[in-house]
């Protein structure tokens, strides 16, 4: 692919190049900690008891055994802990849906399985384990509602609306009456799975208690200020008597966004005791918090025979918390995906005693695009048409739900050139009609869609008259490659090597910078960064300008190209100064600059910004076993410039893998009888393994989108949407069977009918 790049005044040598982690050797070494990993000199271990119940309440707690454990400090439960703000708005978080969030230990109401009831404080983790085994409970069980299915009829539309997720449009023309009236008609539920982000690093905190009395956290969080914000209120505690940290996260997707119970626990138990305290959860208490709730959905196509679509309904109903309101974007992407005269979406969410769900990589584009991309699929059969050229037959370069132009969609050239690599025009539409030995051979394709976001933003940057330059912010590095890409864009805009710029991230002490999510911190990050190293650039130069027989006496700014280390005039290389003979000839010993970052408001009153894929999957199905194998995928990529081909290709390719999970292995069981996750470990949630990921091919389009200065649109998410479509419509196209139900098992696929 070309690369272009606007770093400003530097020459791109790393910005567009396929550059390995910077924090590659520090992952790889272990010299990259994580916040279950901080030591502190009198640190004491809590160990979290879940409750065995999903609804009711404590009868009693007795503690006596658990405190009797030598070694054993105190025993927390909501009889004896320490009093927290009383106003729920306190604990709300930067991300957090409208309502109350929940409070561990506040009272003796169970509101779900798994939910915190006491935490053990010890001196040592296995003391604190062993004595939390002995805790005994006495609850009052209330019986729990966690079926959604049971509940449809419950659902209703969040009075409040949650900040950032736009409710669905108003309806457009008479979906129902053009549904009716439409030449061919498809329409179905479909249902996904609850689904568990588990990130490789289970949720941790670890609260040191300085010899000032401040606090140093660290937290397992994607953005340490939401972690700062949250501690300040709950704790009513002054922004500079707590600082946070998380240089390093194994793994988000998600459940890292919004502050957890361990943390909240890790800083009650400090408060208390007057110690530094560890909370890590374990891998089966992952299952008590924040998880991708299922939709049950119903998609209505209208269309003409020739494929053009008449009328587009797509209703969700989606479970929440009892006491939150969690939402998602899960129906409008219908609405901006393809051109209709009549769409009416609906949105709605219905109560179940679960924690409150939350955003888990592409939240509600994966359940919504899941739907509709299966639908358009039935509707390609259904009209005889090419999926391909049934979605071209309905493609829009305009986002109908806003009545605007999209900033940039190359998303033909995705269905182009992931068509050629695929071998697409060699598919026998003819379900049932392609076959290896014993299996049936299907292929499928989807197309995928996400926002592109940019937030505020800000990034530090200071060049030390060694020529090292340090840059930073706050935000988080999930193990997308931030760290990487932000060096990259730094190097490149003042010319430096790339092992001169240091990159410092996740510590509330460096610039503000909001949660890392929603893809939008290549955009905004990387903004801010480069324009803090711009601001530095035209510092030296001014200096550089300014020196007796300057070089670049005379010449403007935009004459000259930051480049190995030196200024110099471009086309001109003779007249060049080396950047740390400007800082020594000028007695500087630092220049210093904080770049700030913000959505472009004319961009954003004129354009609609999203990024899109082509996903094309292989299935291979035993035909007597019903065993399914994902074989090939393809997955052809818009999302603007890519900063790193390397990062940006695994970031697809986890993507992906997490797509192959969605439609044939995640799926958190509820018992419904007890409301809780029965399958809470990684021996029966199964996400892919090696041994289920095939070859996977990552194309990246070209496209220019000006969206922001470095034309990037965000990778993170995009690379899972539709992945789950793609593989059930390559099922589909092997078997001649259609399941509207992820995932894809083996039961499933030899179930009759
Ligand atoms: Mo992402 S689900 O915004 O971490």
């Given at each position: 692919m070309t690369v272009q790049i606007s770093t400003a005044a530097g020459r791109d040598r790393f910005v567009g190049s396929a550059i390995s982690r910077v924090d590659g050797p520090a992952k790889v070494t272990g010299l990259a900690k994580y916040a279950g990993e901080f030591a502190a000199p009198d640190l004491a271990y809590g160990v979290v008891v879940s409750s065995a119940i999903a609804k009711g309440r404590i009868k009693g707690i007795d503690a006596a055994a658990a405190e009797a454990v030598p070694g054993v400090i105190k025993v927390i439960t909501h009889e004896n802990r320490p009093a927290t703000s009383d106003k729920p708005e306190d604990y709300q978080d930067a991300v957090a849906p409208p309502g109350a969030p929940f409070q561990a230990l506040a009272s003796d109401r169970i509101v779900f399985s798994g939910q915190p009831v006491a935490l053990v404080v010890a001196e040592d983790f296995e003391t604190a384990r062993y004595a939390a085994s002995l805790v005994r409970v006495d609850y009052e069980v209330t019986a729990p509602q966690t079926d959604i299915a049971a509940r449809t009829d419950d659902s209703y539309d969040p009075p409040m609306k949650r900040e950032g997720i736009k409710p669905p449009p108003e309806p457009w023309g008479d979906a129902s009456k053009a549904f009716d009236a439409a030449e061919i008609r498809v329409s179905a539920q479909y249902r996904m799975a609850d689904e568990h982000h588990n990130p490789m690093e289970p949720h941790a905190s670890t609260v040191v208690v300085e010899k000032d009395g401040t606090y140093t956290v660290y937290d397992k969080i994607q953005g340490v200020t939401n972690t700062h914000q949250y501690i300040g209120g709950a704790f009513g505690l002054k922004p500079e008597q707590v600082r946070v940290l998380n240089p390093y996260l194994g793994g988000g997707f998600g459940s890292g966004l919004r502050p957890q119970y361990q943390l909240f626990l890790a800083m009650l138990a400090a408060r208390d005791l007057g110690r530094s305290v560890r909370v890590t959860l374990t891998r089966d208490q992952m299952w008590s918090f924040t998880y991708r709730s299922e939709a049950i959905q119903t998609v209505a196509l209208g269309a003409e025979r020739s494929g053009k679509l008449t009328a587009l309904k797509h209703d969700a109903v989606q479970g929440t918390s009892t006491y939150e309101d969690y939402q998602e974007v899960v129906v409008n992407w219908s609405g901006v995906l393809y051109e209709c005269d009549n769409v009416a979406l609906n949105y709605s969410l219905t109560k179940i005693d679960t924690p409150t769900p939350g955003d888990m990589r592409a939240p509600g584009a994966v359940t919504g695009v899941y739907a509709i991309e299966t639908a358009m699929d039935e509707l390609a059969y259904a009209t005889g048409q090419d999926p391909i050229e049934l979605r071209l037959k309905n493609y829009t370069d305009h986002d109908q739900t806003e009545d605007k132009p999209f900033g940039s969609k190359a998303l033909k050239d995705c269905f182009r050139q992931g068509a050629e690599r695929f071998g697409w025009s060699r598919r026998d539409p003819q379900p049932r009609s392609m076959r290896e030995g014993r299996e049936l051979v299907g292929w499928g394709m989807a197309t995928g869609i996400w926002e592109s976001m940019m937030m505020q933003s800000s990034a530090q940057a200071v060049l030390t008259a060694d020529g090292r330059l340090e840059i930073g912010n706050q935000t988080g590095d999930l193990g997308t490659g931030t760290y990487t890409i932000l060096t990259q864009i730094a190097a490149d805009t003042l010319g430096l090597p790339l092992d001169h710029v240091t990159t410092k991230l996740g510590d509330t002490k460096l610039a503000q910078a909001p949660v890392a999510g929603g893809s939008w911190t290549a955009a905004s990050s990387g903004t801010a960064v480069m324009k803090a190293c711009r601001d530095i650039a035209e510092q030296a130069f001014k200096l550089a300008r300014g020196l007796e027989n300057s070089p670049l006496a005379n010449v403007d700014f935009e004459r000259v190209v930051f480049s190995n280390g030196r200024i110099e005039v471009t086309g001109d290389p003779s007249k060049s100064i080396a950047l740390t003979d400007v800082l020594k000839a000028s007695r500087t010993e630092k220049l210093e600059a904080t770049g700030e970052a913000a959505p472009d408001k004319d961009f954003g009153e004129q354009y609609n910004a999203y990024t899109h894929s082509a996903i094309f999957a292989e299935v291979k199905i035993d035909e007597e076993l019903g065993v399914v194998r994902c074989t090939r995928v393809v997955s052809a990529i818009a999302a603007g410039k890519i900063i790193n081909l390397k990062t940006a290709r695994s970031q697809i390719l986890g993507g992906i893998v997490m797509g192959i999970g969605s439609a044939l292995h995640e799926e958190s069981m509820l018992d419904h009888r007890i409301g809780r996750f029965m399958n809470h470990n990684l021996g029966e949630y199964h996400v892919p393994v090696h041994a289920d990921i095939p070859d996977i091919d990552v194309i990246f389009v070209d496209e220019e989108d000006k969206a922001n200065p470095l034309g990037v649109k965000g990778l993170g998410e995009i690379g899972i949407v539709g992945v789950a479509a793609a593989i059930s419509n390559a099922v589909f196209h092997a078997t001649g069977k259609r399941i509207?139900?992820?995932?894809?098992?083996i039961d499933k696929i030899v179930a009759e009918g």
């Open positions: 509207r139900h992820l995932p894809i098992t």
